[in-house]
Every structure is written in structure tokens, then in C-alpha cells.
């Protein structure tokens, strides 16, 4: 198995107050994701990382941020919390970002609820 | 954008039966992945086929990208293969390729 955690692992909320989700890696891969899971919406892209301090927007960014400030380890932060990110947020990682190396591994997921 | 169609969204099975998965989708890509989301909620990685055919033990896949489908097969299924199978798609999207994920099919198999 790839070597992702995320942390914390289930996490309630209110309305209003900042989160951060963690996601690390051990395989030293370059690439890093999040997405989250509702559903009817299968995954979807919200951030991602292409190197150290390297990070752009991905299908539904509105009202999280990101950070990278290591190779291992990717943040994902919702500033102002909203019952609409009530989710499940997954972090995957990729060797290449790019075909044919981009097969990607999912970390175990963060259930995020917001009250 | 790209649309990525599952079907069926539901099969309910007896255990030891054969079962295929179909994933259509609507534009050219650069690859494909097949996953198994388990009852615990972990993706795991079944298949990584652009084009072809890739068996890995009970389980084998096939894309034909130039008819924009793909198949899973699932022969002699067994309790363990139930929860939900996704296909995703993988497409140019500036400094990546991202992935765009069907909604699914759950499969449920029953001794």
C-alpha cells in the first residue's frame, strides 16, 4: 500500500470556525490531491500540488485553500467553515502528475462534518 | 466538460457469479483507472489501462479507447468484492492530469 495518511480522521464542527485537514505521504511522489466525495457527485478535484510551494485550483475550489511547504505533507484549509463542506475529503498522490505515470493512490479519507 | 457514465448503478449478486462493469465516456483521454471504494470507505487501485486488456487474478479490464468505453470483469465473485466501483478518467488540466470519476456502481454479493 502507499505509504498516505490523512489526519484527523473524522472531525465535527461548527459553522464559521477555520479547519485544516493533513495529508502525508512517504513516497516521496511530487504530485498531491484533494478531493471530496458527496453524493451523487462521485470525486471531485478541489486543490493540488505539483512541487514544494507549487499549487493550483481544481473543479470546486471556492472556500478552501492549500499549502505545501514540504515534500510530504499537503494542507487543505477551509477558512470559514459551511455546512455545504460537510463531506468526505480524500487526499491522493501521484509519481508524475502526467500520462502514463499518473496512476493515482488514495489516502483513507477525512469525514468532515459541519454543524 | 467530460461525462462519465457507469452502468449498471446497482448489481446484486450470489456469490461465485460473474459480473461485468461498464464505463463510458464522452471525449478522448490520456488514461484510465478503475477503483474499489470498500465498506470502509478505502479507494483501492484495481487498474491503470489506457487501451487493452489487464487481468490481475479474478478480476481483468478492458478499455477501447477509440470507442470511449471501458469494461471490468469480475468472475466467481466472493463476499469481499462488495462496495462501490468507480472509473475515472484522466485529462489534461493545466500543470496535471486530473481525474473526472463516474458515480459508480455498487455491487453487493451476497453467500
Known amino acids: 500500500d502507499a505509504g498516505i495518511t490523512q489526519s484527523p480522521r473524522h472531525k465535527v464542527t461548527e459553522t464559521g470556525t477555520p479547519v485544516t485537514l493533513r495529508c502525508h505521504q512517504t513516497?516521496?511522489?511530487?504530485?498531491m490531491y484533494w478531493y471530496r466525495q458527496d453524493p451523487g457527485h462521485g470525486l471531485r478535484l478541489i486543490h493540488y500540488?505539483?512541487?514544494?510551494?507549487?499549487?493550483d485550483k481544481g473543479e470546486v475550489s471556492d472556500g478552501y485553500s492549500v499549502s505545501r511547504s514540504k515534500t510530504e505533507d499537503f494542507l487543505l484549509t477551509l477558512e470559514s467553515a459551511t455546512s455545504s463542506q460537510t463531506s468526505v475529503y480524500f487526499c491522493a498522490i501521484s509519481e508524475s502528475g502526467q500520462a502514463p505515470y499518473n496512476e493515482q493512490f488514495f489516502g483513507p479519507g477525512t469525514r468532515l462534518t459541519v454543524l | 466538460g467530460i461525462q462519465v457514465e457507469q452502468s449498471p448503478p446497482d448489481l446484486i449478486l450470489q456469490e461465485g457469479a460473474n459480473s461485468t462493469l461498464r464505463c463510458n465516456f464522452s471525449?478522448?483521454?490520456?488514461?484510465l483507472q478503475w477503483f474499489h471504494q470498500n465498506p470502509w470507505g478505502q479507494l483501492i487501485n484495481l487498474f491503470y489501462?489506457?487501451?487493452g486488456t489487464k487481468q490481475n487474478g479474478r478480476l481483468s479490464a478492458t478499455t477501447v479507447a477509440t470507442e470511449r468505453y471501458s469494461l471490468l470483469y469480475i468472475s466467481s465473485s466472493q463476499t469481499t468484492d462488495s462496495g462501490v466501483y468507480f472509473c475515472a478518467v484522466e485529462v489534461p488540466h493545466y500543470n496535471t492530469d486530473k481525474l473526472i470519476f463516474g458515480t459508480g456502481t455498487r455491487l453487493q454479493v451476497f453467500p
Open positions: 489501462i489506457p487501451s
Open positions: 471525449d478522448s483521454v490520456n488514461n
Open positions: 513516497e516521496n511522489h511530487r504530485y
Open positions: 500540488s505539483y512541487g514544494v510551494k507549487d499549487t
